[in-house]
């Protein structure tokens, strides 16, 4: 299986569980994984035979804008079943970074696979 990737796509959301993470966004970054396969795209050089990454990253940078989920999971959940539902890749792996929570750590993150049933 082939894969189309997207690091380090940094989107803004409103997001967490304590009352100062609700008064403004914070910045999120996303790293983002699509297994699919590229044949048919490496034969056509057509974009419109594979994923296109430019559509994925204003897809997922538009649901982080209009989000105001108190958890990554269930905002990384919404991604995941928006790229799935609209591009649809075979399996994805996304992982969520939000490095400006806690100043004692580099960076906080989730990651969540899922496959096409």
Avoid at 9 to 24: M, N, S
Avoid at 39 to 63: F, P
Wanted: glycine share 4%; proline share 2%; net charge negative.
């Amino acid at each position: 299986m082939d894969l189309v990737k997207i690091q380090g796509l940094t989107v803004q959301a409103l997001i967490g569980v304590f009352d100062f993470e609700r008064h403004e966004k914070q910045r999120l970054i996303l790293d983002l994984d699509m297994h699919t396969c590229l044949q048919k795209a490496a034969s056509s050089d057509n974009v419109e035979d594979t994923i296109d990454y430019g559509k994925v990253a204003q897809r997922l940078t538009e649901i982080a804008a209009s989000s105001s989920y108190y958890l990554l999971e269930a905002l990384a959940k919404e991604m995941i079943d928006t790229i799935f539902a609209e591009f649809g890749p075979d399996k994805m792996t996304l992982t969520v970074n939000k490095p400006d929570i806690l100043k004692e750590a580099n960076n906080v993150a989730i990651s969540m696979t899922r496959e096409r049933n």
